[in-house]
Nanobody, 118 residues
Framework: QVQLVESGGGLVQPGGSLRLSCAASGRTFSTFSSYAMGWFRQAPGKEREWVAHISWSGGSTYYADSVKGRFTISRDNHKNTMYLQMNNLKPEDTAVYYC????????WGQGTQVTVSS
């Protein structure tokens, strides 16, 4: 069974930065590099939404308008890990952040809480 483990969240003031990590493991995920991967988030009382995704090679990245210019997605296929560098965080970025394949096809992990507040 594939496992996705998100980490790196926390409490940060507006304007601050965080770096999230997504580690993938499991026998069927030995081909992590074959998958486009994405970050998603769910704020309290809202639907889960797409934030960004990255091609299997890392050569192409895509962002929601709300985070474009502030967030950077990257991956290290040798480590089966994906990252989300979040800069200039805003209170509206507060959410639980999850990773999955671009079109979510794996069991969701626990997510990592990001809280932006002064």
């Amino acid at each position: 069974q594939v496992q996705l483990v998100e980490s790196g969240g926390g409490l940060v003031q507006p304007g601050g930065s965080l770096r999230l990590s997504c580690a993938a493991s499991g026998r069927t995920f030995s081909t992590f590099s074959s998958y486009a991967m994405g970050w998603f988030r769910q704020a309290p009382g809202k639907e889960r939404e797409w934030v960004a995704h990255i091609s299997w090679s890392g050569g192409s990245t895509y962002y929601a308008d709300s985070v474009k210019g502030r967030f950077t997605i990257s991956r290290d296929n040798h480590k089966n890990t994906m990252y989300l560098q979040m800069n200039n965080l805003k209170p509206e970025d507060t959410a639980v952040y999850y990773c999955n394949t671009r079109t979510p096809s794996l069991p969701w992990g626990q997510g990592t809480q990001v809280t932006v507040s002064s």
